[in-house]
Nanobody, 123 residues
Framework: VQLQASGGGLVQAGGSQRLSCAAS????????MGWFRQAPGKERESVAA????????YYADSVKGRFTISRDNAKSTMYLQMNSLKPEDTAVYYC?????????????????WGQGTQVTVSS
């Protein structure tokens, strides 16, 4: 599975941004998917995850109510809509795919990783 994350950039605090993750190489609809992020000097952390059918989602407490994960299996693409962005959301955001069908925040359950896209939120 090849994953290509895009949509990062510079945004002001309080603004919105949408990340996309395009997948190829395997039937996207059979994969659990997730978003992770890593800020400078910090460990990678889970942001959100979605099951193969999109009927189950997971969010980290830090993004609940602000971020929305979704997927379009017909387009083999996953999205992360980020609203009310804060400077502490600044990080490289990675998408990941799991051969398991459920969406989980556990990075150990993911088999494939994209290259990451930088999100910078200015105060």
């Amino acid at each position: 599975v090849q994953l290509q994350a895009s949509g990062g950039g510079l945004v002001q605090a309080g603004g919105s941004q949408r990340l996309s993750c395009a997948a190829s190489g395997r039937t996207f609809s059979s994969l659990g998917m997730g978003w992770f992020r890593q800020a400078p000097g910090k460990e990678r952390e889970s942001v959100a995850a979605i099951s193969w059918r999109g009927d189950s989602t997971y969010y980290a407490d830090s993004v609940k109510g602000r971020f929305t994960i979704s997927r379009d299996n017909a387009k083999s693409t996953m999205y992360l809509q980020m609203n009310s962005l804060k400077p502490e959301d600044t990080a490289v955001y990675y998408c990941a795919a799991s051969l398991g069908r459920s969406g989980t925040g556990d990075a150990r359950m993911y088999d494939y990783w994209g290259q990451g896209t930088q999100v910078t939120v200015s105060s």
